[in-house]
Structure formats: structure tokens, C-alpha cells
């Protein structure tokens, strides 16, 4: 018991003290000093700890202070208010946490497990995301993921809005309804000759290379991610459907 009372946030003492009140029934300080062994003074200000934490009550009798342990269920009791109590702050606690300001970070991949890497990190948001590339390129660093990209984004319902280069216009596979239910699609001619391309998706930013080296670059900061999206934008409304 002392192991589980130690557990439930009792000091020592008031496990030795509250163990035998709950032994004596209402009794002084002075018995449950006597039986502890502790002194009067120490085992008096045990018992008024207890009394503040609402496990025992005290009562005077004959001008004397009587100690009683409330109903061992109270222990439970207790700890369901503080529970209530908690919960009606988490709200709160949460703002303030969020109230931090996001630190900024920036990590390296290569080779085909950090190509991986990036696109279950994309998977893992669950939203929708922005492209922009050449999807030939990014064909060649998909072909190092065990899985068809496009289908499990299908799966998972996340939509794209993407612009790709003039001369992905050409590829069948861009009109497939698979495709074409979740991809908004526009073309740039600037981009035939682009080389890397760029996913921005949560807070974060990921520029992929799939040149002779796989290489990715993944940005997690708000503020990037902000200016990113802003620059597709622009570049949303004078690329073509």
C-alpha cells in the first residue's frame, strides 16, 4: 500500500500518519504520535497537511483537535476533481503553447531513402499540397518510391494543385481520371528546362533534385512557407490550362 500511496503523491510521513489514523478511527495527535513514533510537533503538522489536501477532517472535542480519515474512496474523489479541473484549462494551456514561436528548421536527404523520407513526410499531413516542376523529373525520383504515388494520394483524397512544364502537356498519363480528380494542372514553358522541383505542403517546404544525385531539402518554417506559396501564386495566374 505504501508503494501505491507513495504513487498517488503522499510524502512518507503522510503515509505513516494516515495509515495509522486509518488504523484508530478519530484520534489526537498525540496517540497517533505515540504509535508512529514521530514527534508530537511533526506529526501535527503531518495531520494538518492532510486535513488541507481534504484525506482527513479534524473536529475539536473537549478542547482538543481529533483527526479522522475521510472514506478511502476519497482518495479517488479527489483525484476526479483535479481531473475536472484540469480539463477545464487545457484550452488555455494549449493556446499558450501554441503562443511560442515555431522554430524554424532545415534537413538534408539523399539518395533514395531520403526521397522517401520527404514523400511519407508529405503523406503524413493528410492535406492537400502545391507542386511546381517538371513532372518529368519528378517522375525520375518517383521511381524510387515503392509505391504509386499518385494512387495513394488518391487513396488519401489529397487534392494538388500543380504547375508543371509545357512539355508535360505531352504525357498521357496527365489525363487519366485518376489524375485528374484530384490534380488542378497548369503549364509553364519557362519550366521545360527546370531540374528540381518543389512541394509545399503543412508549414513546410521540400525542393527535390533528381539529377545524378537524389537530393532533397526539406524547410519547416512558417515564413518560408508563406512566401513559397505566394510565389505560386503569382505564378498560378499567368501560367495556362
Not at 483524397?157 to 496527365?174: C, F, H, Q, Y
Request: net charge positive; proline share 3%.
Amino acid at each position: 500500500m505504501e508503494k501505491e500511496l507513495k504513487e498517488y503523491g503522499l510524502s512518507d510521513n503522510e503515509i505513516t500518519v494516515y495509515l495509522a489514523l486509518l488504523k484508530t478511527g478519530t484520534s489526537t495527535a498525540n496517540r497517533i504520535a505515540n504509535l508512529t513514533g514521530m514527534k508530537r510537533s511533526t506529526t501535527y503538522d503531518v495531520l494538518r497537511l492532510l486535513v488541507g489536501k481534504g484525506i482527513i477532517s479534524t473536529h475539536i472535542k473537549s478542547e482538543t483537535h481529533r483527526f479522522e480519515c475521510s472514506p478511502p474512496k476519497k482518495l479517488v474523489e479527489l483525484l476526479e476533481e483535479k481531473k475536472e479541473l484540469i480539463e477545464q484549462i487545457i484550452p488555455r494551456l494549449e493556446t499558450l503553447q501554441k503562443s511560442i514561436p515555431k522554430q524554424s528548421s532545415i534537413k538534408f536527404f539523399e539518395g533514395r531513402k531520403g526521397i522517401w523520407n520527404i514523400l511519407e513526410d508529405i503523406f503524413s499531413t493528410g492535406q492537400d499540397f502545391i507542386f511546381y516542376g517538371s513532372r518529368k523529373e519528378a517522375l525520375n525520383a518517383l521511381k524510387h518510391y515503392p509505391e504509386n504515388f499518385s494512387k495513394k494520394r488518391a487513396l488519401k483524397g489529397m487534392r494538388v494543385r500543380s504547375i508543371l512544364a509545357e512539355e508535360d502537356r505531352k504525357d498521357p498519363t496527365m489525363h487519366s481520371a485518376e489524375i485528374q480528380k484530384y490534380t488542378t494542372i497548369k503549364y509553364l514553358k519557362s519550366f521545360d528546362k527546370i531540374e528540381a522541383n518543389t512541394f509545399i505542403y503543412g508549414e513546410k517546404v521540400a525542393f527535390m533534385s533528381s539529377g545524378e544525385e537524389l537530393l532533397g531539402i526539406v524547410i519547416d518554417s512558417p515564413a518560408v512557407y508563406k512566401q513559397q506559396k505566394k510565389l505560386f501564386e503569382i505564378l498560378w495566374k499567368i501560367a495556362e490550362k
